[in-house]
């Protein structure tokens, strides 16, 4: 166990919708990151946050974004959805007090669009 | 902006000894990370090589070559149990931005 709580585990929605994605990172983390990954693709990064605050931004689209709230859990938004955001989003967090600090993972949110 | 290779698909025997490369380009670099991930599950952390040379932690070794852009991973004494995904990851930036390349299947055969 990672320490990093995503919910939901699966989502389905239909083609226009709209749907947020949470993560809680491990104790004492302060840094959040997001992650897609399609079938058979490797991790795209999206987003990160530090202690509430945006630090990097990825292949991000506009229909999507994200914030990390004061008690360092964090929100993805998805809207205007379709066909093609199918994939796998992973939370990821991190001390990020070192260069070297690990990513620890959460299980992923497993988002189907119809 | 940040790139990644490394090969697809690797398949090996079991008990043998599997060599995972990882060129990139970036700006900012600051380390290479390592990560594994099976299939459904989440990505887990394996190793960071931040200076050149290798680095050991078990039946895993990393490798960084700075001046060359290059690294690696090297798996020894495989089990089936390391079938799996390998993943090498830029940190670059002074927040610690992490870009993963696309990705290793490997695929442990006895």
């Known amino acids: 166990d990672s320490g990093v709580t995503q919910t939901p585990k699966h989502l389905i929605t239909a083609t226009g919708q709209r749907v947020t994605l949470r993560c809680s990172p491990r104790?004492?983390?302060?840094?959040v990151y997001w992650y897609q990954q399609s079938l058979d693709q490797g991790l795209q990064f999206l987003i990160q946050y530090y202690n509430g605050e945006e630090r990097a931004k990825g292949n991000i689209l506009e229909r999507f974004s994200a914030q990390q709230f004061p008690d360092l859990h964090s929100e993805l938004n998805l809207s205007s959805l379709e066909l093609g955001d199918s994939a796998l989003y992973f939370c990821?967090?991190?001390?990020?007090?070192?260069?070297?600090?690990?990513?620890?993972f959460g299980n992923g949110t497993r988002l189907t669009v119809t | 902006g940040q790139s990644l290779e490394q090969p697809s698909e690797v398949t090996a025997v079991e008990g043998a000894i599997v060599q995972i490369n990882c060129t990139y380009q970036t700006s900012g670099f600051y380390g290479l990370s390592w990560y594994q991930q099976h299939d459904g599950g989440a990505p887990t952390f394996l190793s960071y090589?931040?200076?050149?040379g290798l680095e050991e932690t078990g039946r895993f070794s990393s490798f960084l070559s700075r001046s060359d852009s290059y690294g690696y991973l090297l798996l020894q004494e495989l089990q089936m149990k390391d079938s799996a995904s390998y993943f090498c990851a830029v940190n670059s930036g002074g927040y610690q931005k992490v870009t993963f390349g696309i990705g290793t299947k490997l695929q442990v055969i006895p």
């Open positions: 090589n931040g200076l050149d």
């Open positions: 104790s004492g983390d302060l840094s």
């Open positions: 990821a967090s991190s001390e990020a007090n070192t260069e070297n600090s690990p990513l620890h």
